[in-house]
């Protein structure tokens, strides 16, 4: 079985900065495309940023010159740094991956984290 499992959300100030983290455990091959997705009460889960293995990356428009996505690909770690948050940047922010597991070669799973809350104010 794979699984994600992300860390470092929390209370934070407008303005100020934050960085989350999310490992791939798991009897893994390999990962194609990780990344983040958010949701707000009330409102749809929408694309934060995405990273394939070769290190394209694309972000969601709102995001766009604030953050950056990373990732380790001999850890199968991916991280998300946020900086200038705003208090629309409050959502739960989720982790995603398509995994190659070593049981079912060339089959790629969409795995998704449980979640990490983000919540920007004063």
């Known amino acids: 079985q794979v699984k994600l499992v992300e860390s470092g959300g929390g209370l934070v100030q407008p303005g100020g900065s934050l960085r989350l983290s999310c490992a791939a455990t798991g009897s893994i091959f390999s990962i194609n495309t990780m990344g983040w997705y958010r949701q707000a009460p009330g409102k749809q889960r929408e694309l934060v940023a995405t990273?394939?293995?070769?290190?394209?990356?694309n972000y969601g428009d709102s995001v766009k010159g604030r953050f950056s996505i990373s990732r380790e690909n001999t850890k199968n770690t991916v991280s998300l740094e946020m900086d200038s948050l705003k208090p629309e940047d409050t959502a739960v922010y989720y982790c995603?991956?398509?995994?190659?597991?070593?049981?079912?070669?060339?089959?790629?799973?969409?795995?998704w984290g449980q979640g990490t809350l983000v919540t920007v104010s004063s």
């Open positions: 995603n991956a398509e995994i190659e597991r070593v049981s079912e070669r060339y089959r790629f799973l969409e795995v």
């Open positions: 990273i394939t293995s070769g290190g394209s990356t």
